[in-house]
């Protein structure tokens, strides 16, 4: 089945979407992307984007800070997405990726006096981690701040950060890399945010800990309190505290909800998929494929 790219404002096939080798944003990182999911939900014959609307708003904030004048409002990116999601007309699960980037064919290292575009495409991808738990390190790589390169914007500049901290764990027979803040907190994964079970309590890396603000983490973070009547803090996290957490799991559009069996080639709790990452697994896959009521306003449904 053919994959459709919205692309210099028209749809097309997306092997068709190509563009020019001096695109500023090939060259500098100057582009914002986000990742959204088509969940399918087979029984009901329905594809579901999941917090659409929460991924475009933070596209826009990126395009702010990065001086790019989107020419599409948040609704008509929701529109044009819809729409290029029916296109591709897939029956199972898909990964959509919006960019806004620096289109100009220009060079020198600059965010001014360049014109911006958008591009959105989609194509199937099943789980990011393809393990049902995973092995971390502790990366040699830092997560940078909000005065390096603004963590809290998915600008495609800041992900060669990620892309260090991933091969290097991933060379070391590790499956994903959790890099801590340059003052020596826990930050986050390569692409996901983490979570910790502390006495029954669920924890989780702040704003200031130089995170992206994830929309996974707001909506585990919304279900625990919700769903389970869980604690939930926001506070900085030693590297020692993920050696003895009860439970520890990763969270992210592409990743879903992954539990974390060792950190540093130490078990998290038994090394087995803790109770309350488990209850929160069920919870999630549900909500995400439209499944349960209450959450349905988060489902954007593709088909007619
Ligand atoms: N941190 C990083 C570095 C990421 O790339 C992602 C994936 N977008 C996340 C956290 C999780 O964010 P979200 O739940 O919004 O996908």
């Known amino acids: 089945m053919p994959s459709y790219a919205y692309f210099q404002k028209q749809f097309m096939p997306l092997p068709d979407a190509k563009m020019g080798v001096m695109t500023h ?5 100057t582009a914002i992307f986000e990742g959204i999911r088509g969940n399918w939900n087979s029984p009901k014959k329905q594809m579901y984007l999941f917090r659409m609307r929460e991924h475009y708003e933070r ?28 296109k591709c007309g897939f029956k199972e699960d898909i990964y ?4 806004a980037y620096k289109s100009s064919q220009a060079l020198g290292v600059r965010l001014h006096n360049l014109e911006d575009d958008f591009l959105v495409f989609a194509f199937p991808w099943g789980p990011y981690l393809d393990k049902d738990k995973v092995h971390c390190c502790i990366s040699s790589w830092q997560r940078p701040g909000d005065n390096v390169n603004p963590p809290q914007i998915k600008s495609t500049g800041i992900y060669v950060n990620n892309a260090l901290a991933k091969t ?13 803040t340059p003052d020596g907190h826990v930050s986050e ?25 994830g929309i996974t983490r ?22 020692s505290e993920l050696y003895t957490a009860e439970e520890c799991f990763l969270t992210g559009t592409a990743a879903h909800l992954t539990p974390v069996s060792e950190v540093d080639h130490r078990k998290v709790g038994d090394g087995e998929i803790g109770p309350i990452t488990k209850k929160l697994q069920e919870i999630y896959a549900d909500v995400i494929r439209g499944n349960n009521s209450k959450y349905l306003d988060w489902c954007t449904p593709v088909y007619k």
């Open 25 to 29: 944003a090939l060259h500098y990182g």
């Open 59 to 86: 596209l826009a904030r990126g395009c702010r800070v990065m001086k790019m004048n989107l020419a599409y409002s948040v609704d008509e990116l929701c529109r044009i997405t819809v729409e290029m999601a029916q």
């Open 96 to 99: 959509v990726r919006p960019l």
């Open 168 to 180: 290097e764990a991933i060379e070391n027979g590790y499956d994903e890399a959790i890099m801590l």
């Open 189 to 213: 994964g390569s692409g996901e945010n983490i979570f910790l079970v502390e006495q029954g309590k669920l924890v989780t890396p702040a704003v200031y800990n130089n995170i992206l603000k």
């Open 218 to 239: 707001d909506t585990v973070i919304e279900l625990a309190l919700k769903e389970l009547g869980l604690t939930v803090m926001e506070r900085p996290i030693d590297r």
